[in-house]
Each structure stands twice: as C-alpha cells, then as structure tokens.
C-alpha cells in the first residue's frame, strides 16, 4: 500500500500550471511524500470531478480558473478570507468533508511586502479589473491600512458590487477606466484584468503612472506580459509580473497541507524566474 499523499490542481484550461513544478519543489526541500496531479476538469464536470478525488483518498486540491467561486458552494466549511472573496482556491479533504481556504490575498501581500518590500500602509492603490481575481486580493490589502484603493473597471457594476461588500474593511472605491482621477500619485497599479492573457490591450490610465509608481501584474509569463511593458514604457518605478504571488500562494497551501512552510526563495530562483 502506498502512503503517497495525493494533490493536485483542477482548472480549465490547466495545461500551462507550474503548480505540479512549484509542489514538487516544496515536497522535495521539505521531505514530503507527495504526489500532484494536472487534472483538466470543464465547469459541469467539477463537482463529480472533486468529490470523486475525495472519494479515491486525494488529500487535497488547488483550484484554478475559471472554478474559484463555484467549488466555494461545495464546501462544509469556508475560511473567512475564502467567503470574503466568494471563492476558493484551495481545498482539504478532512474526514469526509471540504475546507475550502483563499490564499491568494496572502501570496499577492507576502510576494509585495515581503521579497519586493513595497509599504501598503498608507499607499494609494488602483487596481485594474473587478473579476474573480480581483476579490481575492481587495479584502487582505485593505486590511494592511491603505490611504486608498481605487478599482477601476470596464464594468462598473462588477467593481461596486465588490467594494459594497468589503467597504467594511477600508477606503475603497470605484470607477471606470476614463475616470480614473491623474490628480493621484498611486504608489501601487495591480493589474488584474485578464485582457493581456487574451491578447488584448486595455485603455491602461496613461497618466496614472507617475515616477514612485510600483507596477504589478497578476498576470506573468516568459515574456513580458503587456501591461509590464507599458507600466515601464510610462515610467513606472518598478514593473515587476505575479511569478511570486504564484509561487506564495502555493507556498501557503502547501502549509495548510503539509503543516509545513517551505522556503520560497530558492523555488523562485530555480524556476529561473527574476522577481
Ligand atoms: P479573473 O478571474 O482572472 O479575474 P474574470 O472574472 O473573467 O477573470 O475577470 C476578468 C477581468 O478583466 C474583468 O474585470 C474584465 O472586465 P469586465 O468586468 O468589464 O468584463 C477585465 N477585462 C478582460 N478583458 C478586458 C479588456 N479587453 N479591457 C478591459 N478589461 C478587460
């Protein structure tokens, strides 16, 4: 019988994950026997495709787009930053039943005020899109005591729908794209649109930017990705793309996992990534 523990992330598409690669690196610094799983699962097919990794004895799964909300509604139990954000990205089978966590706030707060050492107290802060990414990340950088957080949005609504429901928590507010007041000096821009990983350029805030501008992108690649290049292209400070965020979100599952933190750092640096 073997005592491999069995992980594994489920999306749609999912074929380009670095997850396995990230988990695996983890497991092998921290001497953890695990195994983790690519599994393209389509959004009618999740339910049956995560109680059914339950059922074989799967100890626990990452959760990737577009299914962050939606596998929110199967679980027994919801952290609170995980029902803050409407969504999960991580799930731990516990007996016979699903814990479902959000660590992507935390991996955006640690790879910024951590290994990048950008001061969110205090900051101004524009985000860029109000989709499902964009709710992870709203309620933990409001907690770190901004100035402001503006979203801006193609669609309004879908930033006003957030911000009503965390306003609780700090000043935030919300805007279009074309409203976006260039009377701010913003110390932070995350880009959290998905339009650069469809190929689409945005109306970016052309004077948003100014010369102390932290740029972020939620979104990375190889390449720079699109909104990287035109955050340098107008002077930002710095312009740096979301390979930490990733790897600390999975750095905290693993730990809720494996009860085990591991050290990120030489993860980022074998992945041959620059942060
Ligand atoms: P995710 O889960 O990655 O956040 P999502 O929920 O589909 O993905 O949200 C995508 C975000 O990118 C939305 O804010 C979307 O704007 P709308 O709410 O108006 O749809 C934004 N977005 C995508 N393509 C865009 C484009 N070409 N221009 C501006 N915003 C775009």
């Known amino acids: 019988m073997t005592t491999t523990d069995r992980y594994g992330v489920m999306g749609y598409p999912v074929s380009h994950s670095r997850s396995p690669v990230i988990h695996r690196l983890f497991a092998l610094q921290t001497n953890q026997d695990i195994q983790y799983e690519l599994l393209q699962v389509s959004a009618e097919k999740l339910e049956t495709a995560v109680r059914q990794f339950q059922r074989t004895g799967g100890k626990g799964l990452n959760i990737t787009v577009p299914h962050k909300a939606e596998v929110a509604r199967l679980c027994n139990h919801l952290s609170e930053r995980a029902s803050t954000a409407g969504a999960a990205n991580t799930l731990s089978f516990v007996d016979s039943e699903i814990h479902g966590d959000n660590t992507d706030g935390i991996g955006l707060l640690r790879d910024l005020a951590v290994n990048l050492g950008v001061h969110l107290e205090a900051a101004d802060i524009l985000i860029l899109g109000a989709g499902g990414a964009t709710r992870g990340i709203v309620g933990p950088l409001l907690e770190m005591q901004p100035a402001s957080l503006l979203i801006a949005n193609r669609t309004v609504g879908k930033a006003e729908l957030i911000a009503d429901q965390l306003k609780r928590l700090g000043p935030v507010s919300t805007c279009t794209f074309d409203d976006i007041p260039v009377d701010t000096d913003y110390d932070l821009i995350i880009n959290a649109t998905s339009a650069g ?79």
């Not at 740096?240 to 980022?268: C, H, N, Y």
């Open 197 to 275: 990983f469809k190929g689409e350029t945005p109306p970016y805030p052309e004077n948003a930017v100014s010369p102390g501008t932290f740029c972020y992108d939620l979104s990375y690649g190889l390449k720079p990705t699109p909104f990287s290049v035109w955050a340098r292209e107008h002077g930002a400070a710095r312009s740096v793309m979301g390979w930490g965020m990733l790897v600390e979100q999975a750095a905290e599952s693993f730990s809720i996992w494996r009860k085990v933190r591991p050290d990120t750092a030489p993860v980022l640096k074998q992945m041959k990534i620059t942060a």
